[in-house]
């Protein structure tokens, strides 16, 4: 049986397939084709069936993590919106919470909303804070509304009234008249997509499923066709952004889930590997083609948050709390008007790309500034599958950058690089030293195509002690799906004062949750010996504007555990807790989850000589001070356990480069991790 994780990224879209019965490992790369995602993603499975000699009906399970939902968000390629509405709320997402996308650029304008005024329809109806209705639903007014809608077009709607999450029937009611009179809409209601309280998340978060809607049901309606066209029939799920699995169905109605899908997947594969390799904390570091992506793993689990900005658009769903930064592999370097060199966040992407790739790009990158420097192989990459253009990287970093700048070629790839590793080590501390967190006391899982290879300067910019390179880092968030589970959040704003003797309603609320993540699970056809269900309160004390998440174990304990956990989880955010101070609940949370099939991912370790490793020599530049050094070059998977290297040198593999400077040495641990000791001075 052959299980098949495939991550869509910018440049490059990835590919690990396990089979389950022998344990084989197999990886590689196909380039992404951004206009259409199923068309890289049909290439390479076809592709894996010739190179593995597999059969289509050997694969078992297709999951996969895509950027296609956040995509669309980005470049406005979504579907023609419109938005139902409460009688004089229609403006929420124009005025949101009247906060400036930044203070002092009175240049920068907020982001036009995902449905535009004209389409944004207002209806008599109301209910009050405490779910209590005040105002019938107006359905003659309501059928004018959505008629006007389908006369002009519109693809998809949002449903979005007020008080919605604790009296929803005004809200279903509205869905079936829009069903009837658009019956081809894409129709999305906020108390189905979140039933949580603040308006204005609330009604964004609702609009932007809608909006992705209808093109990403086109995408995953390709994306079957194209499985089916191969032979496969296991139907593909899809990574959300809490790192778990959801059926093509649950996409289809959720498509706003997925807009971490990938990056995700990424953490959650680096938690396995650190669990494996011993290490309870770690920093994820996932640097791609487009962008860097920075996360925790505390105690072996990923952190969590319940809401970011996607292209500035308030997006509130469960999801890995991730910093992304514009810096990938494909970052274009450019000199602005006032001289000064920066790096990204554009990207040249997967077409044209960078100049090296040889796909008709016409800038310079951070691609372009590595293979420079001999830190990237100067001849070909992806085990020799795709050409380098050394003299064209050479040329555009020297014609674009050097001359006008003064300087040699070699400073400035160097340039380029430093500026990245210092965008790159800032994202570090975003999550680490900002938020009180020694980023010495984790492990530093460095993969992405270029993760490794700018690791090492990034650990020492942070003061870290060593890098952990997984087996073939470039295709991690593609593994990482293959050890993901099955999961969905179910969640109800229920804004109350935490009362002792109240506990047991508390508990009965929970079981409401729970019942309706059992009946999701059913759905998915999950066996019931192994669904699993995680119980998280969030809760904040009075006078507070926004509440911490307590995790609580399936069934809910006691009152007395919730108030010791609470004031933990406070701590933990804030640094102090108050115990005399009254507790408000304001969301109850169930995650009903299942774990599947054949979650190892061993990869096979070589037993002969370091010697058998090194498969060739290069130089390549360390710094203007020690300039250039000769180095062996191994390929990663013949190097044995417990081999120590001694800098410099460089470690290939088919996705990725490490770099091991002067002063430093590396060996491959029992998990077939490449442990890389800067010997900087740095914490354990």
């Known amino acids: 049986m052959i299980r098949v994780g495939i991550d869509v990224g910018g440049t490059f879209t990835d590919f690990v397939l396990i089979n389950t019965v022998s344990g084989e490992v197999m990886y590689f790369k196909e380039a992404s084709t951004p206009h259409d995602p199923s068309e890289a993603i049909e290439r390479g499975l076809a592709s894996a069936l010739s190179k593995f000699d597999l059969k289509a009906e050997d694969i078992a399970f297709v999951g996969h993590g895509t950027t296609v939902g956040t995509n669309m968000v980005i470049e406005h390629r979504g579907a023609k919106t419109g938005q139902i509405t409460t009688k004089g709320f229609r403006d929420v997402l124009e005025i949101g919470r009247q906060v400036r996308p930044d203070v002092y650029d009175y240049h920068v304008i907020k982001p036009t909303p995902l449905a535009r005024r004209q389409y944004r329809i207002e209806v008599s109806e109301r209910v009050d804070a405490r779910g209590r209705l005040l105002v019938e639903l107006d359905e003659a007014e309501l059928r004018r509304g959505v008629e006007y809608l389908a006369r002009e077009r519109v693809e998809a709607v949002s449903i979005c009234f007020l008080h919605s999450y604790l009296y929803p029937e005004h809200e279903i009611r509205a869905e079936s008249i829009v069903r009837e009179l658009m019956p081809s809409a894409f129709v999305s209601r906020s108390s189905d997509v979140l039933p949580e309280f603040r308006e204005y998340e609330r009604f964004s978060t609702t609009t932007a499923n809608a909006y992705l809607g209808p093109k990403f049901e086109n995408y995953l309606a390709r994306l079957v066709e194209r499985l089916t066209k191969l032979g496969i029939s296991a139907k593909p799920y899809t990574v959300h ?31 396995a590997i650190a669990a494996q390799a011993g290490y309870k904390n770690a920093i994820t570091f996932d640097v791609g083609g ?39 592999g494909g970052s274009v370097a450019y000199i602005d008007n006032a001289g000064a060199l920066h790096v990204g966040p554009r990207s040249a992407g997967a077409v044209p790309g960078p100049v090296a790739y040889m796909r008709g790009g016409v800038e310079p990158t951070l691609t372009d500034a590595n293979v420079v420097l001999g830190r990237l192989n100067p001849v070909a990459i992806l085990n020799g599958s795709m050409p380098i253009d050394l003299d064209g990287a050479r040329k555009v970093v020297e014609e674009k950058i050097a001359k006008p700048l003064g300087m040699s070629v070699e400073q400035a790839a160097y340039g380029i690089i430093r500026i990245a590793v210092s965008n790159m080590a800032r994202a570090i501390r975003s999550v680490t030293t900002q938020r009180g967190v020694d980023p010495r006391q984790y492990a530093f899982i460095a993969y992405g195509g270029a993760g ?36 969905l959040d179910f969640v109800q704003s229920k804004i109350r004062p935490f009362l002792r003797e109240c506990w047991s309603s508390i508990t009965a609320e929970m079981e409401v949750l729970r019942g309706e993540a059992e009946r999701w699970l059913a759905s998915e056809d999950v066996p ?82 370091l010697e058998t490793a090194v498969v060739g020599r290069r130089d390549f530049f360390v710094d203007p001070d020690v300039k250039w050094v000769d180095a062996a070059v191994y390929a990663r998977d013949r190097i044995p356990v417990s ?23 590396a060996f491959v641990d029992s998990a077939g991790n490449l442990i890389i000791e800067l010997n900087n001075g740095g914490g354990e």
Not at 251 to 265: D, E, K, N, Q, W
Not at 298 to 312: I, W
Not at 577 to 591: A, K, T
Not at 649 to 661: L, N
């Open 290 to 328: 487009t962008s860097t992506d920075v996360s925790l793993i505390t105690d072996g689990t990923a952190h969590f948050t319940t809401s970011r900005e996607v292209a500035s658009y308030p997006i509130k769903t469960p999801m890995v709390d991730i910093h992304v930064i514009g810096a990938g």
């Open 241 to 271: 952004s809490n790192g778990g699995l959801l059926s093509i169905d649950t996409v289809r109605r959720y498509p706003v889930r997925t807009c971490l899908s990938g990056p995700a997947a990424g953490v959650i594969g680096s938690a």
């Open 528 to 609: 019931e010996s192994k669904r699993q269900y995680e119980n998280v309160l969030e809760a904040r004390y009075f006078g507070q504007n926004h509440e911490v998440q307590v995790p609580l174990p399936h069934p809910l304990p006691d009152a007395e555990t919730f108030l010791r956990e609470f004031e933990h989880a406070h701590r933990n955010e804030y640094g102090y807790s108050l115990p005399d101070r009254q507790i408000e609940l304001v969301n109850f949370r169930v995650r009903g989850s299942a774990e599947p099939s054949g979650k190892t991912c061993n990869p096979r370790q070589s037993v002969g000589a």
């Open 452 to 487: 490794p290879l700018h690791g090492v300067e990034t650990a020492i910019e942070c003061g870290l002690s060593r890098v952990v390179a997984p087996t073939e880092p470039g295709t991690m968030c593609a593994r990482g799906i293959l050890v993901s589970n099955t999961s």
């Open 643 to 665: 081999a120590r290297i001694v800098g410099p040198a460089i470690v290939e593999d088919m996705s990725s480069t490490c770099v091991i400077f002067p002063n430093q040495s």
